[in-house]
Structure formats: C-alpha cells, structure tokens
C-alpha cells in the first residue's frame, strides 16, 4: 500500500487538532472546530485553507501558448501578461479529463494548476501532446505549496500581514483572475484573485520550504479579522452551494463541458484545433444528451453522490452532489437529467435508500458568488 503524501503544513493541522484523512493521495485536514463553524467563517469573516495538494505544471519556451491551445479548450493566447484562465482539458470523444486554471507568467512561459487526484494522469496526457521541439512541460507539484485565504475580509486581513505588506496596493487592486508575483527565486509568491467558495478570495503560490512562514503570518493577524482554519469538508459544502464543478461529481471521462453547462469555457472559434473539438462540435449542433440541474428537495432529506433522479418509476438522471446548505437552510443537490426530459415537468423524486423523495429544479448556481 503507497505512503500517503503529507503537504509542508502537516504539523500545522495536527497542532490544530483537525481531523485527517486520506484524500487524493494525501493526509488532508476535513475539519478543525466543525463543518457548520467553519463554512460559516468564510461566508460570514474568512478562512484559511491548506490546498498544497493540487498539481502544478509548467510550460515554458517558443509556442507555449499556440500548444497550451491544443491541449484545452479555452483561449489560453488571449490571455493578458497577469491573466488566469478556467478551463478544460478533454479527449479526443469530448469528455473532460479534467478542469484547470493557465496563469500566464511570461509570453513563454505559464502556470497550470491541476486536481490533485489527475497529477499523473494529467502530466501524461500533456506529454504525449508535446511537439517535437520548443515547449518544455515540467511536474513541479512538490515544489509548490498552495494557501486560500477566502472570505469578505481576505483583503483586510491580507493587506495587514507582513509577509504582504510590501505589495500592500497591488493586493487591494487586484482584479478577479489576475495575477501578480514579487520576490525572487525561491522567495517568490505569486498572488492570484481565484478561488472555489463563491467568495472574495486569494490564492498564494509559494515553495514548500515557505508555506509554514506565511501561514503563521497570516494566521498571527488573523483574530482582529475572524480568522479560521477551514478543511475540505467546509471547502466542499462552500464551492457547492456556489455551484462550481467538482471533478469526479460533476466533472468525469463520461461527461462534457457542455452538458456540466461549461459551454463558455469551450471557444470553437480560436485558432487551435484543440483535442476533442470535433466531437464538441457534433455535440453542440444535436444538444447535450443530459444537463446539468439543480433541485430543491423536500425537508431535510440529503441526496448523496449518485442516487438515482426518478420521473414516476423511470429513472432519468443521477445526482453528482447533495448537502444541506448551510448557508440557505435548504436539502439542495446538483444532478445530471436527460437532456429529452427537461421539458416535461419541474419536480421529479430522488431515491433516497427505500424512498422517493420529491425533488424541485430550482436555477444553478445556488449562492450567487460574491468572488468578484
């Protein structure tokens, strides 16, 4: 049985007393004080979390961005000298292998930020994409370390912390998707406006050998602002009720992004024949044989991972994720429903062990995020 992996901030979370378990490889904090607390921080003050488990690759030399546009669906070339771009990477059938984000961090040379649990899958994937010379793909997941800091007073909180201070107005300036980097070498930290929680939020891209440091700064400052550790529990409760895409739950190798209602991520029209446009194409002309809804279920009932969505007797979809919100009191799930289907009726039930429990479209997303 392979070791599971620990991030450099380890120690952190077992001081804390958060509860570990294994996750995509790595002994990750679910939870410190409580899902309930800790969701609410975020929505509410701010939050920090440890994502050190996500990939990160680099692409450098001549053609990086001409090459990054075969590999995924968006428009990677259009990005600006600070730009972040969400988008997928499919195969040649259409179906998503996974969703990412590109950060352009030269006219040669970008950032990609995978899943953790597609790391491998994904650097193979690239490579075999590779042209013969010029673009230069490089693993580089060990050498990073990853924290969110996610909340309506991220920025007040960040602003206040010495690790930040020297690049104080470009912090309180930056856009949403926009990226900056000060420092050199292995001091470097590069800052980004992104986020999985539908709120105002950063993420801080720093070496392993630096992620203790800028923990504790941050966490130093963070009483007078609300601060809480947040672990992947309340991570998870907070990007569904934003409604962002889950790989594994709503995102998989048997769906695509336009039936996951991520159409705008794919551009037809860019100059790169990227991997799975033809299929993409076929499929836009006919429709998407399911679509992704969301439904309000009836009293507390939680409608998990894969429960089977009924019309009467006849099953016709599959629920990708369910919770009870905390933040809007409702049972609320995600679900793919036949595409053929939609038209005919705004309730249907979801199997819920021996019962039928009715279950109501209600519009995606379900929290409008704030992240803006």
């Known amino acids: 049985m392979t070791a599971l992996k620990k991030t450099p901030l380890y120690d952190v979370h077992t001081s804390l007393g958060a509860r570990m378990v294994s996750f995509a490889g790595f002994e990750m904090p679910v939870s410190y004080t409580g899902i309930i607390e800790e969701h609410?921080?975020?929505?509410?003050?701010?939050?920090?979390?440890?994502?050190s488990h996500m990939g990160e690759f680099i692409v450098s030399g001549p053609g990086t961005f001409e090459y990054l546009d075969r590999v995924v669906t968006n428009n990677c070339s259009k990005l600006p000298p600070d730009g972040v771009l969400y988008t997928v990477m499919c195969q040649d059938n259409g179906t998503v292998i996974d969703d990412l984000l590109v950060l352009r961090l030269a006219d040669d040379r970008a950032l990609v930020v995978v899943n953790a649990a597609n790391i491998d899958k994904d650097y193979r994937h690239m490579a075999s994409l590779l042209?013969?010379?010029g673009v230069v793909l490089e693993n580089r997941s060990d050498y990073y370390a990853l924290l969110a800091v996610q909340g309506p007073q991220s920025r007040a909180l960040l602003i206040n912390c010495a690790t930040l201070e020297p690049v104080k107005e470009r912090l309180e300036e930056l856009a949403y998707y926009r990226h900056f980097r000060f420092g050199e070498g292995r001091d470097e930290f590069l800052v980004s406006r992104t986020g999985y929680t539908g709120e105002v939020g950063y993420e801080i891209f720093v070496t392993a050998a630096r992620a203790r440091a800028?923990?504790?700064d941050v966490m130093s400052k963070g009483a007078e602002f609300g601060l809480s550790p947040v672990g992947l529990a309340a991570r998870d409760t907070l990007r569904f009720e934003a409604s962002f895409c889950l790989y594994g739950n709503e995102l998989n190798d048997e769906t695509t992004p336009l039936e996951a209602g991520l159409k705008w991520v794919v551009k037809f029209k860019k100059p790169a024949d990227f991997v799975g446009k033809e299929a993409l194409?076929?499929?836009?002309?006919?429709?998407?044989?399911?679509?992704?809804?969301?439904?309000?279920l009836e009293g507390k009932n939680i409608a998990r991972h894969g429960y089977p969505v009924m019309s009467g007797s006849e099953v016709v979809g599959k629920v990708t994720s369910g919770t009870f919100s905390p933040t809007l009191a409702k049972s609320l799930c995600m679900a793919y429903v036949d595409s053929d289907r939609l038209g005919e009726e705004k309730v249907y039930t979801v199997q819920i062990r021996k019962k039928q429990v009715g279950a109501r479209v209600t519009p995606l997303p379900f929290y409008a995020s704030r992240a803006r």
């Open 131 to 133: 042209p013969a010379d």
């Open 214 to 216: 800028l923990w504790d």
């Open 281 to 296: 194409l076929a499929e836009n002309a006919s429709g998407p044989k399911k679509t992704l809804v969301g439904l309000e």
């Open 40 to 51: 609410a921080a975020v929505r509410e003050r701010v939050g920090i979390f440890d994502v």
